[in-house]
């Protein structure tokens, strides 16, 4: 009799299964899928090659190459059900199954037939030469294929049929495949070669992160138990990381917040590259600003830019502190110290080279981005940047100089980060423009004059009014010999005398005692056509704000103004209402002062 199961065990729910679980059996579903077709043409294959009435001793042949074939199915099988890749797998079964589908054709029209069909339906030597050699070369795509599943033997040089016309994709199969599956050496060797073909060109690029190159990557700069490979796989990561396509496919493949531990914590050596990983990413991709941001890495940055730095400093100078900035030094002091403590001593080369990268890449993450610029500066950014700005030179010293006028540039167009981040009594502000005014008069690089001249200029509606110390080197540039540094200079004083600036007047008045016109009419007289539009724009500005200077009236504005080249005006169409608008102020203004002068 049956026994009939009880309902108590009829309603136990099954244990569900886990992610990890129900991933591995979609993946062994999807490779049986792939393979269990062409498997199943071998079978009819073979069965048709019995039934064949002609031809039957290339039949036979063809039966014994895909039986052949059919092993080889079976063993890519076994092995793909276990492996994290199966890309190239795919590419070559997709092809066995198309030329076992014309064998099974082949085969078909051997049959016994009508005479009539045979008639009909002809069958050629020839036919089957050009099938055994199809058969022969998807033999050997097998053959390959199982030595990249095997993935015993390190890295396959060789070159299967499938690749011959297109090796690179073979190379990257065969590369990848070692990242998922080699040794760690393998892995490492992997790395770098993916980073050397990377390097060569957009189109191997886009076919490493096509065929799956990315994850395995990332997977490797986790792998803390080896500096060199991280390295390799950053290296890589940096070379696939120039275009925004590339970079969101990093994204997708959960890389920010990888990046992100990496930097850290992890060996000095690997911080310099994944640094400059950051530094490539938000370069070429707004989104990768934003995912570094929510992962805290500005913050991280910032720590590793000031490692060393106030640690030596802090307590040199406490008597020209007050006691909010001597509390809030020995804050961030105690914080360097406890993060500095997990790091071995360094060579002074290699701390330069991390802090180099990482002020590169707190430049790109604050580029054009407003909510960037304002966590740099909420994390103390700003202090350390001026400081290393005074200490430091070359590349470094460059970096941080970039990161402050891209921040200076946010804080131009958001007058909530320029309260904030720039008050007149902030030290951290204070500190900036003393840098950036030192740069301007000391500097005897003009690139770094523009970058602290653009950054002043920026900062133009944070200044009191007869600002003497940024005015006055400002002034002084509007004579320098280098036309984009003059121009820069006359751009700047443009942003002080603009009407949207609330001390425009004053800031006119003072332009105008620290002998700007004469300057500036040597300007106007430039072949640059940016240094003309700059001057003409400032002398549009003097003349409306502070119209009744004899210095312009002495200097002949008028006229230059009423000289102004057409072209410019029609290129720059601000000019149109300007010009006027700035000549009718000086005619009103000297003409009444000259009627007066008469009478008397």
């Known amino acids: 009799m049956a026994v009939k199961p009880s309902s108590t065990a009829a309603t136990i729910p099954k244990k569900p299964q886990s992610l990890k679980s129900r991933t591995i059996e979609l993946?062994?579903?999807?490779?049986?899928?792939?393979l269990?077709?062409?498997?199943?043409?071998?079978?009819?294959?073979?069965?048709?090659?019995?039934?064949?009435?002609?031809?039957?001793?290339?039949?036979?042949?063809?039966?014994?190459?895909?039986?052949?074939?059919?092993?080889?199915?079976?063993?890519?099988?076994?092995?793909?059900?276990?492996?994290?890749?199966?890309?190239?797998?795919?590419?070559?079964?997709?092809?066995?199954?198309?030329?076992?589908?014309?064998s099974l054709?082949?085969?078909?029209?051997?049959?016994?037939?009508?005479?009539?069909?045979?008639?009909?339906?002809?069958?050629?030597?020839?036919?089957?030469?050009?099938l055994l050699a199809l058969l022969d070369a998807s033999a050997a795509d097998m053959k390959w294929i199982l030595s990249i599943l095997d993935g015993g033997g390190g890295i396959v040089l060789t070159l299967p049929p499938i690749a011959s016309n297109d090796p690179i994709i073979a190379w990257v199969w065969a590369l990848t495949a070692a990242l998922h599956i080699g040794q760690l050496q393998d892995k490492i060797e992997a790395a770098n070669e993916l980073?050397?073909?990377?390097?060569?060109?957009?189109?191997?690029?886009?076919?490493?992160?096509?065929?799956?190159?990315?994850?395995?990557?990332?997977?490797?700069?986790?792998?803390?138990?080896?500096?060199?490979?991280?390295?390799?796989?950053?290296?890589?990561?940096?070379?696939?990381?120039?275009?925004?396509?590339?970079?969101?496919?990093?994204?997708?493949?959960?890389?920010?917040?990888?990046?992100?531990?990496?930097?850290?914590?992890?060996?000095?050596?690997?911080?310099?590259?994944?640094?400059s990983l950051v530094a490539e990413m938000a370069q070429n991709s707004p989104l990768a600003q934003e995912e570094f941001a929510r992962e805290n890495v500005i913050r991280a940055l910032v720590t590793l830019l000031s490692f060393d730095l106030f640690v030596e400093n802090s307590m040199l100078k406490l008597g020209e502190n007050s006691i909010h900035s001597i509390v809030q030094i020995n804050k961030e002091s105690s914080v360097l110290s406890s993060s500095s403590s997990s790091y071995p001593s360094q060579s002074a080369e290699m701390k330069i080279e991390l802090k180099t990268s990482c002020a590169k890449a707190l430049w790109m993450l604050a580029r054009g981005s407003v909510a960037n610029s304002r966590r740099i500066a909420e994390t103390k950014g700003l202090l350390c940047l001026a400081k290393l700005i005074e200490v430091e030179r070359g590349e470094l010293q460059r970096n941080c100089l970039m990161s402050l006028t891209e921040i200076t540039t946010a804080a131009e167009s958001n007058a909530d980060l320029r309260r904030a981040a720039f008050k007149t009594n902030s030290p951290a502000a204070k500190g900036v423009v003393d840098q950036l005014i030192r740069i301007i008069q000391e500097s005897d690089d003009p690139s770094l004059q523009v970058a602290s001249i653009r950054a002043v200029g920026c900062l133009a509606r944070t200044f009191p009014a007869r600002e003497?110390?940024?005015?006055?080197?400002?002034?002084?540039?509007?004579?320098?010999?280098?036309?984009?540094?003059?121009?820069?200079?006359?751009?700047?004083?443009?942003?002080?005398?603009?009407?949207?600036?609330?001390?425009?007047?004053?800031?006119?008045?003072?332009?105008?005692?620290?002998?700007?016109?004469?300057?500036?009419?040597?300007?106007?007289?430039?072949?640059?056509?940016?240094?003309?539009?700059?001057?003409?724009?400032?002398?549009?500005?003097?003349?409306?704000?502070?119209?009744?200077?004899?210095?312009?009236?002495?200097?002949?504005?008028?006229?230059?103004?009423?000289?102004?080249?057409?072209?410019?005006?029609?290129?720059?169409?601000?000019?149109?209402?300007?010009?006027?608008?700035?000549?009718?102020?000086?005619?009103?203004?000297?003409?009444?002062?000259?009627?007066?002068?008469?009478?008397?």
């Open 27 to 34: 993946h062994q579903k999807r490779i049986g899928e792939a």
């Open 36 to 102: 269990s077709f062409p498997i199943q043409l071998s079978d009819q294959i073979a069965a048709a090659a019995k039934e064949a009435e002609s031809f039957k001793f290339e039949c036979s042949e063809v039966a014994k190459q895909v039986e052949r074939l059919r092993q080889m199915l079976r063993s890519a099988a076994r092995l793909a059900a276990d492996a994290a890749y199966d890309r190239p797998l795919r590419r070559v079964a997709a092809e066995v199954t198309k030329t076992l589908e014309r």
């Open 105 to 130: 054709a082949l085969m078909k029209k051997c049959r016994r037939r009508s005479a009539l069909r045979r008639v009909v339906t002809i069958v050629s030597a020839a036919d089957f030469r050009k």
């Open 195 to 275: 980073a050397s073909l990377a390097r060569d060109n957009d189109r191997n690029k886009q076919i490493i992160v096509e065929e799956g190159g990315i994850p395995p990557l990332l997977k490797l700069l986790k792998d803390r138990t080896s500096s060199e490979a991280q390295i390799a796989a950053a290296s890589s990561l940096i070379n696939l990381a120039n275009d925004q396509n590339r970079v969101q496919a990093i994204i997708d493949e959960h890389g920010a917040p990888i990046i992100a531990q990496i930097l850290g914590n992890s060996a000095v050596k690997v911080q310099i590259k994944v640094a």
């Open 468 to 600: 003497m110390r940024v005015l006055g080197p400002l002034v002084a540039l509007l004579g320098h010999g280098d036309e984009a540094v003059a121009a820069e200079a006359a751009a700047a004083l443009g942003k002080f005398g603009c009407p949207d600036n609330f001390l425009c007047v004053q800031h006119c008045k003072t332009i105008i005692e620290f002998g700007g016109v004469p300057l500036l009419m040597r300007l106007l007289r430039s072949n640059n056509d940016e240094a003309r539009l700059h001057g003409v724009i400032l002398a549009c500005y003097l003349a409306i704000h502070a119209g009744k200077s004899d210095d312009l009236e002495r200097e002949g504005v008028a006229g230059a103004l009423e000289g102004v080249d057409r072209a410019l005006i029609v290129q720059h169409p601000q000019l149109k209402e300007l010009i006027p608008q700035a000549i009718y102020h000086l005619t009103v203004f000297h003409h009444s002062h000259s009627g007066m002068l008469t009478q008397r």
